[in-house]
C-alpha cells in the first residue's frame, strides 16, 4: 500500500524535472584579439558580439606588420600588400587629414595635401594660411593607417624629412591640437574636438573610404563565424 501511495509523488516529482529550465554548463570560449591602433574604435561591437556567443575577448594591441598567427583573429583597417590570411570585412573607415583648430586653411585638393607632407610646399602661406613652416606628423611604416595614407594620399611620394613620428592616434591628435603649424593624418571615428579635419574634394574624399579587416589564421567555424557574421 505504501508503494501504491508513493507513486503518484514520484510521477510529479519526474514531470516538474522535465518541465524546469535546461542548466547550461558550456565553458566560455576566449578569443584571443590582436588589433590595430586606428582599429581600436570597431572593438565596442566585438565585445558586444563576443558577449551575445558566451565567448570572452582577450585584447592585445599590434602593429599589423606583427600580428601573429597564434592569435583568433585579428582587426585593422585597409587591405595589406600581402594578403595571406582569410579576410573579412566587418565595415569602412574614412581616412582624414587633420589640422590645429586654429589653422585658417580649411579646404586643400589631395596633390595640395601631398605637396605639404611632401616638403614641395613647406609653409602655409602657399595655400593662404600663416606663415609657418608645415610640421608634418606621419606614422611608422608597420601601422596600417600611414600604408594607406602613403598609398592613397602620398601616391608613393616620400614624406619630408621634418615629419615627426607618432606612435599612436592619440599622441596624434595630442601633437597636432598643440602645434598650429602641424598636419596629420586620422580616422572619421577617431576625430575629436582638438583637431579639425581639412575637407577635399567630394570624388577625392571618396576615394579614401577603406575596408576595416577581420582575419583569422584559419576559416572560421562555430563561435568565431557567428562572431564575425554578428560584426557584418
Given at each position: 500500500?505504501?508503494?501504491?501511495?508513493?507513486?503518484p509523488?514520484?510521477?510529479l516529482l519526474?514531470?516538474?524535472?522535465?518541465?524546469a529550465?535546461?542548466?547550461?554548463?558550456?565553458?566560455?570560449?576566449?578569443?584571443e584579439?590582436?588589433?590595430s591602433?586606428?582599429?581600436?574604435p570597431?572593438?565596442?561591437?566585438?565585445?558586444?558580439?563576443a558577449?551575445?556567443?558566451n565567448?570572452?575577448?582577450?585584447l592585445?594591441?599590434r602593429?599589423?606588420d606583427?600580428?601573429?598567427l597564434n592569435?583568433s583573429m585579428?582587426i585593422?583597417?585597409?587591405?595589406?600588400?600581402?594578403l595571406?590570411?582569410s579576410?573579412?570585412?566587418?565595415?569602412?573607415e574614412e581616412i582624414i587629414?587633420?589640422?590645429?583648430?586654429?589653422n585658417p586653411?580649411?579646404?586643400?585638393?589631395?596633390i595640395?595635401?601631398r605637396?605639404?607632407?611632401?616638403?614641395q610646399?613647406?609653409?602655409?602661406n602657399a595655400?593662404?594660411g600663416?606663415d609657418?613652416?608645415?610640421?608634418p606628423?606621419?606614422?611608422?611604416p608597420?601601422?596600417?593607417?600611414?600604408q594607406v595614407?602613403?598609398?592613397?594620399?602620398?601616391?608613393g611620394?616620400p614624406?619630408?624629412?621634418?615629419?615627426r613620428m607618432?606612435a599612436?592616434p592619440?599622441?596624434?591628435?595630442?601633437?597636432i591640437?598643440?602645434?598650429?603649424?602641424?598636419?596629420?593624418v586620422?580616422t572619421?571615428s577617431?576625430?575629436?574636438?582638438?583637431v579639425?579635419?581639412l575637407?577635399l574634394?567630394?570624388d577625392?574624399?571618396?576615394?579614401?573610404?577603406?575596408p576595416v579587416?577581420?582575419l583569422?589564421?584559419?576559416?572560421?567555424?562555430?563561435t568565431?563565424a557567428a562572431i564575425i557574421a554578428?560584426?557584418?
Amino acid at each position: 500500500m505504501k508503494m501504491r501511495k508513493a507513486q503518484p509523488l514520484i510521477c510529479l516529482l519526474l514531470l516538474l524535472a522535465a518541465c524546469a529550465p535546461a542548466r547550461s554548463d558550456a565553458t566560455p570560449s576566449t578569443l584571443e584579439v590582436q588589433f590595430s591602433a586606428a582599429a581600436q574604435p570597431w572593438l565596442a561591437a566585438l565585445y558586444d558580439c563576443a558577449a551575445g556567443q558566451n565567448a570572452t575577448v582577450r585584447l592585445e594591441q599590434r602593429a599589423p606588420d606583427q600580428f601573429s598567427l597564434n592569435a583568433s583573429m585579428a582587426i585593422r583597417i585597409g587591405e595589406p600588400q600581402a594578403l595571406t590570411l582569410s579576410a573579412y570585412q566587418i565595415g569602412d573607415e574614412e581616412i582624414i587629414i587633420v589640422v590645429h583648430p586654429e589653422n585658417p586653411v580649411t579646404q586643400l585638393a589631395l596633390i595640395e595635401v601631398r605637396q605639404l607632407f611632401s616638403g614641395q610646399a613647406a609653409n602655409w602661406n602657399a595655400f593662404g594660411g600663416p606663415d609657418r613652416p608645415v610640421q608634418p606628423w606621419v606614422y611608422a611604416p608597420g601601422e596600417d593607417l600611414q600604408q594607406v595614407f602613403a598609398r592613397s594620399v602620398m601616391q608613393g611620394a616620400p614624406v619630408a624629412g621634418q615629419a615627426r613620428m607618432a606612435a599612436s592616434p592619440a599622441e596624434m591628435i595630442a601633437a597636432i591640437g598643440s602645434d598650429p603649424a602641424a598636419i596629420g593624418v586620422l580616422t572619421r571615428s577617431l576625430l575629436t574636438g582638438a583637431v579639425r579635419d581639412l575637407r577635399l574634394p567630394a570624388d577625392e574624399q571618396a576615394r579614401l573610404r577603406v575596408p576595416v579587416l577581420l582575419l583569422t589564421p584559419t576559416r572560421p567555424d562555430g563561435t568565431l563565424a557567428a562572431i564575425i557574421a554578428c560584426l557584418q
